[in-house]
C-alpha cells in the first residue's frame, strides 16, 4: 500500500461503509510521513505499541456509516499487515535495526559553574528585578553581566 486512502479502500471492502469511515485512522499511522516519505518512517506507528496508541487516540471502536462497530484495533491491524507483509512487528523490532551514531550515544550533561545563569536569562533577570538588585532592561542587564563576566576572567 502506497497511500492511506489505498488502506481506507480496503477496510471499507473489508469491514463496510466508506472509506472516509476509516481516512482518519490511515492518516493517522502515515502522519510520520510529514518527516520522512521513506518506509522506514513506518518505525514511528507501524507495530504493537502503534495499535494501543491509535486505540488512545480513536477510542476502542469507529462506528462506520454502515452502522456496524469496528475495532479500531483489527482497522490499525489491516493497515501494519498490509504494509508489513503480513506481519504486525513490535516496537522492538523497528528500534534493533537501527544503526548506532556516535551521536545517539555520546549524551553529557552541562557542568554549571560559577555566578553566571544558566538556561534562559530572563528568569535569572526577573529574579534580580524584583529583588531590586536591578533596575536595568534585560537587554542591558546581559551586556552589563557579559562585561562583567570578560573583566573576571
Not at 9 to 33: L, M, N
Amino acid at each position: 500500500m502506497a497511500h492511506p486512502l489505498h488502506h481506507a479502500e480496503s477496510s471499507a471492502r473489508k469491514f463496510g461503509g466508506v472509506p472516509s469511515d476509516y481516512q482518519s485512522i490511515h492518516d493517522w499511522f502515515d502522519a510520520s510521513k510529514e518527516h520522512l516519505a521513506l518506509f522506514t518512517h513506518r518505525a514511528m506507528r507501524h507495530h504493537a505499541q502503534g495499535l494501543f496508541e491509535a486505540e488512545r487516540v480513536f477510542g476502542l471502536t469507529l462506528t462506520s456509516s454502515a452502522g456496524r462497530d469496528i475495532p479500531v484495533r483489527w482497522i490499525g491491524e489491516q493497515h501494519i499487515r498490509e504494509d508489513c507483509q503480513g506481519r504486525i512487528p513490535s516496537m522492538a523490532d523497528w528500534l534493533r535495526r537501527i544503526q548506532p551514531e556516535p551521536w545517539m550515544a555520546n549524551g553529557h550533561i552541562d557542568r554549571h559553574s560559577g555566578d553566571e545563569p544558566c538556561g534562559d536569562p530572563r528568569v535569572a533577570w526577573a529574579s534580580e528585578v524584583a529583588a531590586g538588585r536591578t533596575v536595568l532592561g534585560l537587554k542591558d542587564w546581559m551586556a552589563a553581566r557579559a562585561t562583567q563576566a570578560t573583566q573576571g576572567a
